[in-house]
């Protein structure tokens, strides 16, 4: 994977994208326009053969390809990008990385989100929610992991997709986990669920262990992010780079979550918005970010994966890992988030997650409504269901409050 970190072209990208993009069309759209054009189709077919190969450092400083590159940086095709979530997304990414594949000025761990910019805040996800459970948004005083788990349960929708996921990522003891089936269904809920519903789970803010512990336990981690052993982080991160949707949404990552001493949000495109739209992207891939403890106080954030094995990149590999672990813009993001406004009142200082492998026992004690925590849980005892040792939730008659 040494090729994931060497910028295969010196071309110059004129008129590469900036952080205020022109108007632009959809990659499916543009290719159109380019396949019924002569000389744009013929251009971008000549530029794809000289992206493929061994020698594409060779073929891509040959005149015929820096002609057609130049030619394409006036197409459409060169200023297109995708929506997540869209029709045919996986078509149109394959059209965005035929040209820009290999063409990343530096470091390719950098590349450009393929994606539209982000425009909205989190003041309008927060305010369509108030609508939607028509309260107005605030920190729970009882537990806001498990409030979103009720409100997810009152819409149809949110209820069955994440059902879905929790039945895939949650097998029996007996069975071992089909991680391929619980990332798919990951990925199937927070495409189809707003972000209004499945924010609050997967960023619920927490005062106590037992909320951290629920947050942390969202996405089923003893399945669909935990492994027997840290796989390499340069190894991971380069597997992902040969999928275009899980290669654009790591760009979209490292674009939407770049962090800023200059900014006072901590970002460099200021949108809290984009950044945690992005890290929700990851979920469902072996690069997903995770809370890697139940501190409810520090935010302890990172992939599943160490550097350790990467060689003479193992500095390189620390360095990029930080972006993760070591994120501003990501960790005010979340508080931003729990504070229910897009202003930062409160920052944590950020510290280096210690990634332990938890035991087999402790990975299958998940807390039991990841099974199920719809109305019909406590109908067998309303009063009081366990959750795991010293954690007990409880419903007040007549009401659907739940607490610890």
Same mark, same amino acid.
């Given at each position: 994977?040494?090729?994931?970190?060497?910028?295969?072209?010196?071309?110059?990208?004129?008129?590469?994208?900036?952080?205020?993009?022109?108007?632009?069309?959809?990659?499916?759209?543009?290719?159109?326009?380019?396949?019924?054009?002569?000389?744009?189709?013929?251009?971008?077919?000549?530029?794809?053969?000289?992206?493929?190969?061994?020698?594409?450092?060779?073929?891509?400083?040959?005149?015929?390809?820096?002609?057609?590159?130049?030619?394409?940086?006036?197409?459409?095709?060169?200023?297109?990008?995708?929506?997540?979530?869209?029709?045919?997304?996986?078509?149109?990414?394959?059209?965005?990385?035929?040209?820009?594949?290999?063409?990343?000025?530096?470091?390719?761990?950098?590349?450009?989100?393929?994606?539209?910019?982000?425009?909205?805040?989190?003041?309008?996800?927060?305010?369509?929610?108030?609508?939607?459970?028509?309260?107005?948004?605030?920190?729970?005083?009882?537990?806001?992991?498990?409030?979103?788990?009720?409100?997810?349960?009152?819409?149809?929708?949110?209820?069955?997709?994440?059902?879905?996921?929790?039945?895939?990522?949650?097998?029996?003891?007996?069975?071992?986990?089909?991680?391929?089936?619980?990332?798919?269904?990951?990925?199937?809920?927070?495409?189809?669920?707003?972000?209004?519903?499945?924010?609050?789970?997967?960023?619920?803010?927490?005062?106590?262990?037992?909320?951290?512990?629920?947050?942390?336990?969202?996405?089923?981690?003893?399945?669909?992010?935990?492994?027997?052993?840290?796989?390499?982080?340069?190894?991971?991160? $380069?597997?992902?780079? &040969?999928?275009?949707? %899980?290669?654009?949404? *790591?760009?979209? @990552?490292?674009? =939407?979550?770049?962090?800023?001493?200059?900014?006072?949000?901590?970002?460099?495109?200021?949108?809290?918005?984009?950044?945690?739209?992005?890290?929700?992207?990851?979920?469902?891939?072996?690069?997903?970010?995770?809370?890697?403890?139940?501190?409810?106080?520090?935010?302890?954030?990172?992939?599943?994966?160490?550097?350790? $094995?990467?060689?003479? &990149?193992?500095?390189? %590999?620390?360095?990029? *890992?930080?972006? @993760?672990?070591? =994120?501003?813009?990501?960790?005010?993001?979340?508080?931003?988030?729990?504070?229910?406004?897009?202003?930062?009142?409160?920052?944590?200082?950020?510290?280096?997650?210690?990634?332990?492998?938890?035991?087999?026992?402790?990975?299958?004690?998940?807390?039991?409504?990841?099974?199920?925590?719809?109305?019909?849980?406590?109908?067998?005892?309303?009063?009081?269901?366990?959750?795991?040792?010293?954690?007990?939730?409880?419903?007040?008659?007549?009401?659907?409050?739940?607490?610890?």
């Amino acid at each position: 994977f040494t090729g994931l970190y060497t910028a295969h072209s010196s071309i110059p990208l004129s008129g590469s994208p900036s952080d205020s993009w022109p108007h632009h069309t959809d990659c499916i759209q543009a290719n159109e326009q380019c396949i019924a054009d002569a000389t744009c189709s013929s251009r971008f077919r000549t530029l794809r053969q000289c992206l493929t190969g061994r020698d594409r450092d060779v073929l891509l400083s040959g005149l015929e390809c820096k002609t057609a590159l130049e030619v394409l940086q006036e197409s459409a095709l060169y200023m297109c990008r995708c929506r997540r979530g869209m029709k045919k997304e996986l078509l149109c990414l394959q059209t965005y990385w035929g040209i820009h594949a290999g063409l990343t000025e530096g470091d390719e761990f950098y590349e450009s989100s393929p994606y539209e910019p982000v425009t909205s805040r989190l003041s309008d996800i927060f305010r369509v929610a108030s609508i939607n459970s028509g309260t107005e948004p605030s920190v729970s005083r009882q537990n806001a992991c498990l409030d979103a788990a009720k409100f997810c349960n009152v819409n149809d929708a949110c209820k069955k997709f994440r059902s879905a996921f929790i039945s895939a990522c949650n097998p029996p003891v007996d069975e071992q986990c089909n991680l391929r089936k619980c990332h798919k269904t990951l990925r199937t809920f927070l495409e189809k669920i707003p972000s209004n519903l499945t924010y609050p789970l997967l960023f619920c803010p927490c005062k106590d262990k037992p909320c951290a512990e629920r947050r942390r336990q969202t996405t089923v981690p003893s399945c669909s992010f935990i492994r027997p052993e840290l796989p390499n982080c340069l190894e991971i991160w $380069g597997n992902c780079r &040969q999928d275009p949707v %899980c290669r654009s949404r *790591l760009a979209d @990552f490292v674009t =939407n979550c770049k962090s800023s001493t200059q900014t006072a949000s901590g970002c460099v495109r200021d949108n809290y918005s984009a950044c945690l739209g992005a890290y929700a992207g990851l979920i469902g891939y072996d690069v997903a970010l995770n809370f890697l403890d139940s501190d409810p106080h520090l935010l302890s954030i990172g992939p599943w994966c160490s550097c350790k $094995g990467s060689g003479d &990149q193992e500095t390189q %590999c620390e360095l990029y *890992l930080k972006e @993760f672990t070591q =994120n501003r813009c990501l960790q005010n993001a979340i508080q931003a988030f729990g504070n229910g406004t897009d202003v930062v009142h409160k920052q944590n200082r950020p510290r280096t997650p210690q990634t332990t492998i938890s035991s087999w026992a402790e990975r299958r004690n998940l807390l039991p409504d990841n099974q199920s925590d719809s109305n019909t849980l406590y109908e067998a005892n309303p009063r009081y269901v366990q959750l795991s040792p010293g954690y007990e939730e409880c419903q007040l008659p007549g009401t659907h409050n739940l607490c610890f």
